[in-house]
C-alpha cells in the first residue's frame, strides 16, 4: 500500500532485456532498502529483487509489461518513487495500491497562474472510476482531479513543489503516463456491476 507522495525521484542506470524479461537497475539514495521490499516505481509496485549501495534492481513481467510504459524505459530516464507505508505514517495523498490501471497520454498543458494544468487522455477504465475533485494517481503521484474538460479526459493542476520533485514536471504533449483509478471508486463500481446483475426476482 502506498500514498501517492513521492519521497525520490530515481534515475534508470541499467536496462536488461532477455526473450521475455526485463529487469532495470535504479540509482537512489535510500539508505536501508532490502531485497524482496516492495517499492512504487512511477506508481507501479514492484519487488526489489537485489540492491547495493545507492540502487536496486526491479523487474517487470508479462502482466507489467502490458499494462505500462515500463517497455519503453531507457538508460537515463527519470521514475518517482515511493517505499510502501508502515503503520503510523501519515497517509498525506490518498489510497494508492500500485496496481496500474492503464496507460493515458497528455494532450495538453497550460500554465496558469503558478500551477501547470495537464490534460490526460485516459481510456474508459479510468474514466467510469473518475469525478471532480475526486482522487487519481499519475505515475504514482496522488493529484486531485481538477476538472474532466472532456470526454475521455482529466485534468489536474500541478504546484511547483510538485513540478520540482517529481518526474511531473517534464511532461509534455504525447508522452505516456501511468494511471491508476481511486481505489474506493472500483468496490463501488463492482457493487452496482454485481447489483445490476442480480435476478430482480
Known amino acids: 500500500m502506498f500514498t501517492g507522495i513521492v519521497t525520490e525521484v530515481g534515475k534508470v542506470i541499467a536496462v536488461r532485456r532477455e526473450t521475455d524479461r526485463l529487469a532495470f ?17 512511477g506508481g507501479a509496485c514492484l519487488t526489489v529483487v537485489s540492491c547495493g549501495e545507492n540502487w536496486f534492481e526491479v523487474e517487470a513481467i508479462v502482466t507489467t509489461r502490458s499494462r505500462t510504459w515500463f517497455g519503453d524505459l531507457q538508460i537515463g530516464d527519470e521514475v518517482n518513487l515511493e517505499r510502501s507505508v508502515q503503520l503510523g ?3 498525506g495523498g490518498h489510497f494508492v495500491q ?3 490501471d492503464g496507460v493515458g497520454e497528455v494532450v495538453k498543458t497550460t500554465t496558469e497562474a503558478d500551477a501547470l494544468l495537464l490534460d490526460v487522455a485516459v481510456p474508459d477504465e479510468i474514466d ?9 494517481s499519475i505515475d504514482g503521484v496522488s493529484l ?4 474532466m474538460p472532456a470526454p475521455n479526459v482529466l485534468q489536474v493542476a500541478l504546484i511547483p513543489y510538485t513540478l520540482e520533485h517529481t518526474t511531473l514536471g517534464n511532461l509534455k504533449t504525447g508522452d505516456k503516463v501511468h494511471l491508476e483509478g481511486d481505489m474506493i471508486g472500483k468496490y463501488i463500481r463492482r457493487l452496482l456491476r454485481d447489483r445490476q446483475g ?3 426476482n
Open 128 to 136: 467510469e472510476l473518475t469525478i471532480p475533485h475526486g482522487s487519481v
Open 25 to 41: 537497475r535504479i540509482e537512489m539514495g535510500y539508505k536501508d532498502l532490502v531485497e524482496g521490499e516492495s517499492i512504487a516505481v
Open 144 to 147: 486531485t482531479v481538477n476538472e
Open 89 to 91: 505514517d501519515r497517509m
Open 98 to 100: 500500485g496496481h496500474v
Open 198 to 200: 442480480e435476478n430482480p
